[in-house]
């Protein structure tokens, strides 16, 4: 049995997707690693180093004079498409796991206000639409609303004051409209707020029209309650759950461990990258050689490293190149831990966040996917996955799981030799 890490760094794009500009044409630049890359040499006169992602051929699958063209270490190496619309942390990641987004869409309130308060209404709520804008009050007391944080059309909100109306009712009424919205998630949002909320309501970006929750409060004043309300999944048929009942033992670590289903996995919720990586090689150490129950150290692991997507969206390059700088040493403390034949270290992202490209949104970009093979003869070359459910199709694979039992995903097979690697993987050339 396999120990297998799944390692998401999240919003690390590698170059823009070629529908990328639909929303807006600027990011048809994006290019998260090259202008990081670019920006740090030019602050700093000298290369971000990175010796661990080069070890696993991120020079490869994303050529830039400043990393090693070639992995030393046997590697499949290759970049997934996002294979969700938009570019959205939630949707990449239950993509990722396994499941089908494709009847997920991108869509304003505005576009569904029928719908939406006719629902609310036949549940007993009374509506009204905010000084005709397309935001609905319900019961005088809580916002429905486009969520301003993320791309327009991605996800909505329904968020109350919580001295006015009690976190159980804003759920309630997020309960309801998420059952007839079309988005990828709807966030029921309680906090206390320095006013009314419709005195924070402002005009988003393509049409979109919310509460402008940063400023509201909320994030500053305490007692924030949040709960996020995904489009129905079968989670039964994502990698957590199939591993969970052949009997591998599951970790969720840092994001990770908010947005991913599974009851049996253990769960360490984390922000600090440091933190991040350090449950991370502690769950891989739990593991052991050997288990009792037969598993013999059989482990899947998936981590969220959150901070390089804080500093794409602060606009901070500085902060993101010495967020990835810990990721690399992560990964180099994670390597020596992985070294049975059938142990994988895979480490890609859920969509880009550019933190030159001059706003505070995610990118739409495709990103690495870097499977480290001990054992393996030479490092290889993978073809683009369509979908970042395919990597989650071959990690189950490698867990002696059938990809079959997942909703979406096809597992991804080595196209050719990297050219050089396979000499560097014979010698046991070191990492940079």
Known sequence: MSKIVILVVDGFGIGAMPDAGALRPGDAEADTLGHLLDHHRAATGRPLELPAFGALGLGAVHPHPDLAPCPS?????GRAALGYPGADTYAGHQTMMG????RVTVARLAEHLQEVTAALRAAGHRTELLDGKPLVVVDGRVLVHDNLEADPGINWNASGRLAEAPF???LAVAQVVREV???????AVGGNADGPLTGFVRHGEAGTVGLDTPASGFYRNGGLEVQHLGAPLD???QLPEAAARAGVPVTLVGKAADILACGAAVRRPAVDTGEVLQLTVDAVRAAGPGGADGTEGAALVVSNVQETDLAGHQQDPGRYAAVLRQVDEGIARLLPLLTAPGDRLIVTGDHGNDPTIGHAFHTREYVPVLIHRPGAEAAERLPDAVSLADVGATAAVTLGLSPAGLANG???HVECPI??????ARTGRAMP
Request: glycine letters at 4%.
């Open 73 to 77: 270490l046997p590697v499949a190496a």
């Open 99 to 102: 499941a089908d987004f494709s």
């Open 168 to 170: 159980a009712q804003v």
């Open 181 to 187: 919205a079309p988005v990828a998630r709807v966030i």
């Open 235 to 237: 989670h039964t048929r």
């Open 410 to 412: 096809a597992p991804l």
């Open 419 to 424: 050219r050089g690697a396979a000499d560097a």
